[in-house]
């Protein structure tokens, strides 16, 4: 990125952005909020060379409708850079890990087999738009791929065409939450999918480096393809209540489902939840099983798992109504 650093700290940034690029990370994101810190310190404080308590909290100070996943994205990079310079021998405040408290978890929404085929019907019968010409091709792909590998929406969005090998039906996922990296398999009728996806968009977009493409280089952002699924939502499950699915429920729908298609084929889970973690980019166990959901119907349609079996194991209850 050509970015011009303007406040006392710009020659330490550079160095620190200079140093995780050494060691193979894009940053991209990373060097995005960064700079926004550099111009805030270039604004406000313009003869401030100390990562200051003061201006680590100027930085820390939670925006009108930012949510806390926001917060903590923009805190990061921040945090790592005053550990920069303490490993360097400066003196500097380092923003605490608890500054950022997570909020009650999302309740997720998981879909049934039968909604994701209404989905897809659905997303590929979007009309071409003249304001948005290619989101008829783009976002059916790219929604698509939150439930087919369990991707964040973020990692779809932020796939480059260099990051996509479709002849080995590998994605690689860089600088995912945590900045971390990781490699995504593809099933064989995935990547074929995604085979004929790319080869209409190179027709179309013969230059392309995003792989889905919105226009001009660019990306589609979170809230445009929020706009999008929520329209094609809304058409198909006009009355499912208070708790609308979102995108992120995608990501939820994958673990669940595999969980039961393992449990259906009798594979060991104990054996399999390791890999699923790492599949999906967790650093632990425990984050894994938070997406796992045993939906009352769909755990005994999907699973195969038979309660009757175990109604002799349970004594008769007279009524006394």
């Known amino acids: 990125m050509n970015r011009t650093f303007r406040s006392k700290f710009a020659e330490r940034i550079m160095r620190f952005i200079d140093q995780k690029h050494a060691v193979g990370h ?3 994101d990373g060097e995005r909020h960064i ?8 604004e406000h404080f313009r003869e401030e060379a100390d990562m200051t308590k003061e201006v680590a909290l100027a930085w820390a100070t939670r925006k009108q409708d930012e949510s806390i996943c926001s917060l903590h994205a923009r805190l990061m990079p921040i945090r790592e850079f005053g550990r920069y310079l303490v490993r360097t021998g400066e003196s500097a405040y380092v923003l605490p890990v608890k500054l950022t408290k997570k909020g009650n978890r999302h309740i997720p ?4 087999e039968t909604e994701i085929a209404l989905l897809w019907a659905e997303l590929d019968n979007m009309k071409p738009s003249s304001a948005s010409p290619l989101r008829h091709i783009v976002v059916p792909a790219a929604i698509r791929l939150l439930y087919c590998c369990g991707l964040r929406p973020a990692e779809v969005l932020k796939l480059r065409v260099s990051d996509v090998d479709l002849e080995k039906g590998r994605l690689c996922i860089l600088e995912s939450k945590g900045s971390k990296d990781r ?3 593809m099933s064989d009728d995935v990547a074929e999918y995604y085979r004929k996806f790319d080869a209409q968009m190179k027709m179309l977009l013969p230059t392309r480096t995003v792989f889905f493409e919105h226009s001009g280089r660019r990306a589609y952002t979170r809230n445009r393809l929020d706009e999008m699924f929520q329209g094609v939502r809304d058409r198909i499950f006009p009355g499912v ?3 609308k699915p ?7 729908t994958y673990a669940t489902h595999r969980l039961y298609k393992w449990m259906r084929e009798g594979k060991d889970l104990t054996a399999m939840i390791p890999y699923l973690s790492a599949y999906m980019g967790h650093a632990q166990l425990a984050d894994t099983y938070y997406y796992i959901h045993l ?8 699973a195969g798992f038979d309660y009757s079996v175990f109604e002799k194991l349970l004594p008769e209850v007279e009524s006394y109504a």
């Not at 700079?35 to 270039?42: E, I, L, P, R, Y």
């Not at 939906?295 to 999907?302: A, I, K, Q, S």
């Open 26 to 28: 894009p940053y991209v």
């Open 35 to 42: 700079w926004n810190f550099d111009q805030m310190c270039a």
């Open 109 to 112: 929404y998981i879909f049934t």
């Open 183 to 185: 490699v995504v398999m």
């Open 241 to 243: 209540g208070e708790r």
């Open 246 to 252: 979102v995108l992120y429920d995608f990501r939820h």
């Open 295 to 302: 939906v009352p119907g769909l755990f005994e349609n999907m």
